[in-house]
């Protein structure tokens, strides 16, 4: 039986060996150092190889995959063209306000997984099944490279496609290593070039020459770019390190030279960088390729790999002599640290900022990025703080000496100080400058200027106002913003969120359907088009929809119950329950799962059954509504009215007066025979709107009846 593999050993040959993948092997290797070219490297050597073929027998799955294909691979446009343009891709990278982090890498890493698997399945039923695809040195990989093969073992059959991670061995607690440990079998490989079967491996080291010179092990090393693991060169190199650095730094220059001339960015993040660094001139043209590779990143939203790069340019750079770089390197890094969640190392890296300079546009920006974390980020969040340093940075905007510098920073911080006031309540004055900023640039600035800032203000006031309930002037902004940049599908999930208020699923669906055909997989996006399909009794394709998303995240919470509810309601318990027992084996403390798999046995009638995990679901939450009232019809069915009622009077006082849950208290109290209060609950419940007015009259009546009234 197929299943994906985890080879692991020190050297190259025997993990080739191991997993079978030598020369005339059916496999595709693709190695994964992070030397090479930084994040998806190996990644893009799969897809080289697939994508001609894709193109020529599949051309309509791969413009379906376009975006994804070359989010985070630009390299690849020379095998299926360019991507599509958007405003943030055509902004100067000074006038970039709209960055991207580690979500919208992985909905890009989603979208690749999703095209390499349907390629398999299109390829296997034309007769050409895809090879096993082999990805080496996963020891060495960037973040991003270790998170896709985490999605991509996890998600593929390998009766389909099967994936052999190799590399040493390592102690890692990512998701990485977690998949592997679940859905892949373990394979220790030989020495050398022997597999631990004892099969012969493959002569792909250069040590198999023992009769190199030292120089000439030394020159195979950085050839290499720093990723053999040959013993013999790599202790070469390092005795070089040590007794001829001259050397060592020359043979670095001379190979950052050939690369360069046909290097793409990644190349440049990668082996390019890492030359750089280690030749003649660390801190002029190391420093250089350096914030070359981290304006690539910052642009694309590789956070890790930011973070690094970051960190590393920060070795490298006098903070006083070039304190500009320095602050480059600083506050990206640190603004990539909170994707990634090192929110505490983000504000050490502002605050070293704040301490070595008084330059004002560095407090400015400092300050806002301060601001952010608190208002944002930190839990809890302190809006009050934010607005302190947010003041600050709008304070200092308004006396910077260049008119143009003062102009444009102004109206850019008092966008970060209405986001401030909007999270403290402050709508109305969240909203003045926001639109105060609208009209200021828009009468200073040419309209090819700084568009991208300008629909981010636009795209603020529109959440604004729809947050304030004037959801017509939101839709017409929205309708601009869909025209002025329609490939950033957040405008047309947020007009569809607006219709689906209105009762036109109609056009959210429609809205729904273009951002789902423009947009990379974002599992929110597709959570969302499922709820209004089953609103539109698209069942069909509502499931569709929810199984999507937990196929890529199969422990999205709001997903795993909005599936179960509909299965519920169709009646499909069996499945309802193998889906949420599924959920309750990656989240077995969520009191959200234990309340649906007590609902769904409340609904066979197994009451026993149902108050045992409603019980437990209270046990974590008692302050969960839906809980409390599954648990009082449960009671009630169990013939235990006052425990009913009492439930019921618990939700009523977190949910506020609803007319079904005082409809069943009452029917709770007429059980218990407090026909006063029950007739109470039914009279306050048929003076509220959305009452069930029939059903209502009809156990009024009968409690009158039973009363003797």
């Known amino acids: 039986m197929a299943a994906h593999r985890r080879i692991v050993g020190a050297g190259w040959a025997g993990r080739i060996a191991a997993c079978g993948a030598g020369e005339g092997g059916a496999a595709l290797v693709a190695r994964c150092h992070q030397r090479l070219r930084g994040p998806y490297t190996g ?48 902004s100067p990278f000074k006038q970039r306000t709209r960055f991207f982090g580690s979500g919208m890498i992985r909905c890009m890493s989603q979208g690749v997984v999703t095209f390499l698997l349907e390629y398999a399945r299109r390829a296997r039923e034309a007769g050409e099944p895809m090879p096993e695809l082999v990805f080496d040195e996963v020891h060495e990989a960037e973040a991003t490279t270790r998170e896709f093969l985490a999605l991509l073992v996890r998600r593929a059959d390998p009766a389909l496609l099967r994936v052999t991670v190799a590399g040493a061995a390592e102690e890692r607690d990512d998701e990485l290593a977690a998949v592997l440990a679940a859905h892949a079998r373990t394979v220790q490989a030989g020495e050398g070039g022997e597999a631990a079967d004892g099969t012969e491996g493959v002569d792909g080291a250069e040590g198999a020459h023992p009769d190199r010179t030292a120089d000439a092990l030394v020159a195979a090393y950085v050839r290499a770019d720093g990723t053999a693991d040959d013993p013999a060169e790599v202790a070469a190199y390092q005795a070089a390190l040590r007794d001829r650095p001259e050397l060592v730094r020359r043979l670095h220059d001379e190979r950052a030279a050939e690369l360069e001339p046909g290097a793409g960015p990644r190349t440049v993040v990668g082996a390019v960088a890492y030359h750089r660094e280690r030749g003649g001139d660390p801190g002029g043209a190391g420093r250089a390729t350096l914030l070359e590779a981290l304006v690539f990143c910052v642009n694309t939203g590789f956070s890790a790999a930011v973070v690094d790069l970051g960190r590393r340019g920060r070795a490298l750079t006098d903070p006083v002599e070039d304190w500009r770089d320095y602050w480059e390197f600083t506050q990206q890094a640190a603004s990539a640290c909170i994707p990634i969640g090192l929110l505490d190392e983000s504000l050490a890296l502002y605050e070293d900022l704040l301490q070595r300079y008084t330059e004002p546009k560095v407090h400015m920006m400092t300050s806002y990025a301060v601001a952010m974390l608190h208002t944002r980020f930190f839990r809890p969040r302190d809006h009050d703080l934010a607005l302190r340093w947010q003041n600050n940075a709008v304070a200092i905007a308004g006396v910077l000496p260049d008119a143009e510098e003062r102009r444009t920073f102004s109206v850019f911080h008092r966008n970060g100080l209405a986001l401030v006031e909007m999270h403290r309540g402050n709508f109305d004055r969240s909203l003045r400058l926001i639109e105060d900023g609208i009209a200021w640039l828009d009468s200073e600035l040419d309209a090819s200027e700084w568009q991208l800032h300008r629909s981010q203000l636009l795209y603020n006031r529109a959440r604004l106002l729809a947050a304030m309930g004037r959801t017509d002037e939101a839709f017409a902004d929205y309708s601009t913003l869909v025209d002025l940049d329609p ?11 607006i219709s689906r208020d209105r009762g036109d699923l109609d056009a959210a669906l429609a809205d729904y359907d273009r951002a789902v055909e423009l947009a990379p997989p974002f599992p929110e996006l597709f959570y969302n088009r499922g709820t209004a399909r089953a609103d539109a009794d698209d069942v069909e394709g509502a499931l569709a929809d929810f199984g999507y998303v937990l196929e890529m995240e199969p422990d999205d919470l709001d997903t795993l119950l909005a599936r179960a509810e509909l299965l519920v309601e169709l009646g499909e318990l069996d499945e309802a329950e193998r889906g949420v027992t599924a959920g309750l084996e990656l989240r077995k403390d969520e009191p959200r799962l234990l309340c649906m798999q007590g609902t769904i046995q409340l609904q066979r009638g197994s009451l026993s059954a149902a108050l045992t995990h409603l019980d437990a679901a209270l046990a974590l939450d008692p302050r969960y509504p839906a809980a409390l009232i599954n648990r009082a019809v449960t009671h009630y069915r169990q013939e235990r009215p006052a425990a009913a009622v009492a439930d019921l009077t618990a939700a009523l006082g977190l949910v506020g007066e609803d007319p079904d849950l005082l409809l069943n208290r009452g029917i709770a109290y007429a059980a218990q025979g407090v026909t006063e209060l029950a007739l109470a609950d039914f009279d306050r419940a048929l003076e509220l709107p959305g009452a069930d007015l029939d059903e209502l009259h009809r156990h009024r009546e009968m409690c009158l009846l039973g009363a003797g009234g």
């Open 43 to 90: 990644v893009d050597t799969v897809l080289s190889a697939v994508l001609p073929r894709a193109r020529q027998a599949y051309p309509e799955l791969v413009e379906r995959h376009r975006v994804e294909l070359l989010y985070g691979m630009p390299e690849l446009e020379e095998l299926i063209g360019a991507a599509p343009a958007t405003l943030a891709s055509q």
């Open 487 to 497: 490939y950033y599908t957040d405008y047309l999930s947020e007009r569809a969120r």
